[in-house]
């Protein structure tokens, strides 16, 4: 199938002279593009009925009377083999957020690159921050969530019989956007990994 796209320019009238004499045309302001099948095409030059093929034809015939080379008119005779669609400015998910999923990539990140490993001070700082960024690249791979926005970090400190709590505050649509997190810990160090998920409008 053939497809026309047809640049239709929110225009403005004028006068001009060409060889023939003066006539009246269409100068550009403003662009927006229609695709149309080549039935529609017809219609168009033939100047159908419908109100915007009618104005897109009175449109061109303005700009071929006058001359105008412009390259806001064109006929595209091949259709590449991707289709790139418009934004649908969707403002709810089509899918729902996993934690479970995403807490069980988190333990298992967690427990390959920290076990056996005793605690460090100078190494941990550098290590919590390469399982950040590993924990958030597997989320993207081994799920399925293209409109959040992922946001992870890890804490390691080192364990000496005291405890520790963790707490953190986030301004977020209830509905749509959510976290996960998990732990770890050996006889040196305990470490946990937290993972938010932020829907993209």
Known sequence: MVLYCIWHSMSKVTKSSSNNGSATC??????????????????FCEGDEDPMLKFLAE????????????TSLTVINEIQEE??????FRIEPSYEFLPDQVSNIIKITLTEKLKGLDYDPTLCPTLAC??????????????????HKLVSFVVIGERCDQGAIMGSRCVWNVKFDGYASSS????????????????LE
Request: with cysteine; net charge positive; hydrophobic share 35%.
């Open 184 to 199: 770890y810990q050996n006889d040196t160090l305990f470490a946990v990994g937290v993972l938010y998920a932020v829907y």
């Open 59 to 70: 449109e061109l015939q303005a700009r071929q009377a006058c001359n105008i080379n412009n």
């Open 26 to 43: 269409l100068t550009p302001t403003k662009s927006l593009v229609r695709g149309v099948t080549k039935q529609e095409f017809n219609d």
């Open 130 to 147: 390469d399982l950040s960024e590993s924990i958030k690249e597997i989320v993207k791979k081994r799920t399925n969530f293209p409109r």
């Open 83 to 88: 289709i790139i669609y418009q934004n649908t």
